[in-house]
């Protein structure tokens, strides 16, 4: 079927412009040419030791997505999962919770004194295997409180007083 008048497509099809950005994966901004350097100093990006750049907001808003009230046991593969969302690359990682200390080293952490009264965004603490738990466990705050596999009510998720905690913070 033919038809004899005369439609400009772009009226019907595409009413709206469309502006599309292509940013480049080397992490320049190729969309924001004229970025200062304070712009740049303020992002949430941290590049480590080892050349990863973790984004501290995109680890953050990952957590913050966590709104479970109760643990399903699988606290490592969430804060695994965050980290992934911020950028973080891992050669392989461990399974149990307790096991995680070098591999948070090797991406750009460091080992802190505890700082349960002062967390900062994107710290992440370990508790060692104990009674209560064969596999330990590991938590990251989100800026909004301490979150794991759920959205905990404090750092102190076991009744045992006497686990052992190791803290971490992503140096810059």
């Given at each position: ?5 005369n ?31 304070a712009?740049?100093?303020?992002s ?30 699988k ?10 969302s ?9 399974v ?25 965004k ?25 979150v ?10 076991y ?7 190791t ?6």
């Open positions: 079927m033919a038809y004899d008048h439609v400009n497509l772009s009226e019907v099809h595409a009413p709206v412009q469309a502006n599309i950005i292509i940013r480049s994966q080397s992490g320049k901004n190729a969309g924001r040419p004229n970025s200062t350097k712009e740049q100093k303020s949430s990006n941290v590049i480590s030791k080892n050349g990863q750049r973790i984004d501290i907001d995109r680890l953050t808003g990952f957590l913050q997505g966590i709104t479970r009230q109760s643990s399903t046991q606290c490592a593969r969430s804060v695994r999962l965050a980290l992934e911020a950028g973080a690359r891992f050669n392989g990682h461990p149990a919770a307790a096991d995680w200390g070098s591999t948070l080293q090797k991406i750009g952490y460091q080992k802190i004194n505890l700082s349960f009264d002062r967390p900062k994107g710290d992440i603490y370990i508790i060692d295997r104990n009674q209560s738990s064969r596999y330990g466990h590991i938590a990251a705050y989100s800026g909004n409180g301490w794991s596999d759920y959205r905990q009510s404090g750092y102190a998720v009744r045992n007083p006497n686990v052992k905690y803290y971490y913070r992503l140096q810059q």
